[in-house]
């Protein structure tokens, strides 16, 4: 796919990436898709209530900037030159949205994170009139309502900000997510920037129609919003515009997508069946449908793979969002200040002996002195389960009111209980979206739906976490060598629009070496333990009745005594079924054939 008009390295695109922690710029080598030079910078979170969560668009752009600069002085540093790079792809966060004034510039305001929930009070109104029906728009905009999506905060900010009211009514307002934001800056803002969005970003505002891929007019009236400052929709891999000035000035923006999306493309994902997952503070995991768009009926929503040129076919995915999994460890970490280290020999032995209990496994790890000795209680695994719904919980459930819980303290629980406990969340999170994929999908070829699950992200480096993961849900998971998943399908995006990538090619030149995590877990064991997670998330979801703790503790209690409860207990009314049945039968009978 290369020539010979580039170096050694063959045609260089770099990717402006945007994720809820950082601005990145990374450039990459299309002949085998590697990283020859990046810079990044933390972004600045600004947190003025708990739940919300806010960044700063100028400081965006301007790191943005700086680490442009940076990367293209590195690349110059390494002898390669800069002239080979012919393109520039973008990938962000989706649902973080900015509102901005054309004539200006300016932000109208602060960006409003994707997992900010302070539209909670809009989403309960709405959700009264709709006869709390979390399902009502999922037909055209393939999401359920909830805060995440872009389309409350925007109606949070035209009620709440008196600029954005006046920009909107002087029709001097801009509506966009960060790919928008960044697009309208690098192709010369006030002066010609241009205002467009991807199809992947755009389904995530909760106003685009998943059928039509363009913006829905009945969902603009239903959240009340004006249509006419809304980004224009393309597909995730065509030119966009020029940047006109700095170090990549003239050089086309080729390719845009959402960062999820980004992660499952640049994970070579592009199969209907494959599965990847991405774990930051949040945790999305996506099944690739392929052609096929499937209304979930099983809590998951139905989003964009990829639309990889104007023409191109549109790719579908399933996905399950999870709204805390690598920020509950930071919250313990921060909140509670508990190490959250699991490393030592002890915590082998103990998250071993959470799911096979002690065995030979434990044995070549401590003898039967050591474990008594040394291992103390971290040889027992403790009894805690923690349900992390800050502030409330994403997919299946789609709960804005569930709150968080932690079951089964006691005076022996320590540190390292709770942070295992914490990692057991994310991987029973997964799971039950993993679960939901199943029953979505009842008519497909078993062959297609393979137990293994794709991993990326900040927090899949930590092994001890991904151990628990594949513990917790039975699969056997691949963590590819890949240094930015997301980075790297934004490249293959824009490669694909100047021809220099094609799927094929990066299927066979981009898949790198893999890490395997393999479960050591029984299926009796994972079911236990999922019983017990089932029953506090229950707790969880009905925080506040109390009415019915003390008979749904001892019900517990008994299922976990004898598993066989549930059974036993319909055998009396299954007996009276049968035996009415009977007499229904006999009557019949003998009404048709009196004795005599």
Not at 3 to 30: K, M, P, Q, W
């Amino acid at each position: 796919m290369n020539d010979e008009r580039y170096g050694r390295f063959g045609a260089l695109i770099g990717v402006a990436y945007v994720s809820n922690t950082h601005c990145r710029f990374l450039i990459y080598s299309t002949k085998n898709a590697e990283v020859l030079a990046y810079h990044e910078l933390k972004l600045r979170q600004i947190v003025h209530n708990a739940g919300w969560l806010e960044y700063d668009p100028a400081e965006i752009w301007k790191h943005m900037q700086e680490c442009i600069e940076t990367a293209y002085k590195n690349l110059v540093i390494l002898e390669i030159s800069p002239h080979d790079i012919i393109a520039v792809g973008i990938a962000n966060q989706r649902g973080t949205t900015v509102l901005w004034n054309k004539q200006t510039g300016q932000a109208l305001h602060n960006a409003i994170g994707w997992s900010d929930c302070r539209c909670t009070p809009i989403l309960k109104s709405l959700l009264h009139n709709v006869k709390h029906n979390v399902n009502y728009v999922r037909y055209r905009s393939g999401l359920p309502l909830s805060s995440c999506f872009s389309a409350l905060k925007f109606k949070w900010l035209l009620e709440n900000v008196p600029a954005v009211a006046k920009a909107v009514e002087e029709e001097h307002c801009l509506f966009g997510t960060l790919d928008s934001w960044l697009l309208w800056n690098l192709t010369g803002g006030v002066d010609v920037g241009v205002h467009s969005t991807d199809v992947t970003n755009a389904h995530y505002t909760a106003l685009m129609n998943v059928s039509t891929e363009q913006w829905d007019v009945k969902l603009c009236k239903f959240f009340k919003l004006p249509l006419g400052i809304l980004p224009r929709i393309r597909s995730n891999s065509e030119i966009f515009g020029y940047i006109v000035e700095g170090p990549l000035m003239g050089v086309p923006i080729a390719g845009m997508i959402g960062e999820q999306p980004a992660a499952l493309l640049g994970q070579l994902c592009i199969k209907a069946g494959q599965n990847v997952c991405t774990l930051d503070d949040s945790c999305f995991v996506l099944l690739n449908t392929a052609q096929q768009k499937i209304e979930s009926e099983n809590g998951l929503i139905t989003g964009i793979a990829h639309k990889l040129g104007p023409t191109a076919d549109t790719h579908f995915t399933l996905e399950g969002a999870i709204s805390n999994a690598g920020s509950t460890v930071n919250w313990l970490r921060q909140g509670l200040r508990i190490n959250t280290e699991i490393n030592s020999n002890d915590n082998v032995v103990e998250s071993l002996n959470t799911f096979i209990g002690e065995n030979s496994m434990i044995s070549s790890s401590c003898s039967s002195s050591m474990l008594n000795a040394e291992c103390g209680l971290a040889a027992k695994r403790s009894e805690i389960t923690f349900v992390p719904a800050f502030h409330g919980l994403y997919a299946p459930y789609w709960r804005y009111d569930a709150r968080g819980i932690i079951l089964g303290l006691t005076s022996q629980t320590t540190a390292e209980n709770i942070t295992q406990a914490a990692y057991e969340a994310t991987g029973f999170q997964i799971y039950e979206v993993l679960q939901a994929f199943k029953r979505d999908t009842p008519n497909w070829d078993p062959a297609c739906m393979q137990p293994v699950l794709t991993f990326g992200g900040e927090y899949s480096e930590n092994s001890h976490l991904v151990q628990f993961i594949a513990d917790i849900i039975g699969w056997m998971l691949e963590r590819p060598q890949t240094t930015s998943p997301a980075g790297l399908g934004a490249m293959i995006a824009a490669g694909v629009t100047m021809r220099v990538v094609s799927l094929p090619y990066a299927t066979r030149m981009y898949a790198p070496p893999t890490d395997v995590f393999s479960p050591t877990t029984t299926q009796n064991r994972r079911e236990l333990l999922y019983r017990r997670w089932d029953y506090a998330v229950k707790k969880c979801l009905h925080w506040n009745n109390f009415e019915t703790y003390e008979a749904d503790v001892e019900l517990f209690a008994q299922r976990e005594r004898d598993p066989n409860l549930p059974i036993r207990r319909s055998i009396p009314g299954s007996v009276f079924l049968t035996t009415s049945f009977a007499l229904l039968l006999l009557a019949s009978f003998l009404k048709n054939n009196p004795l005599t």
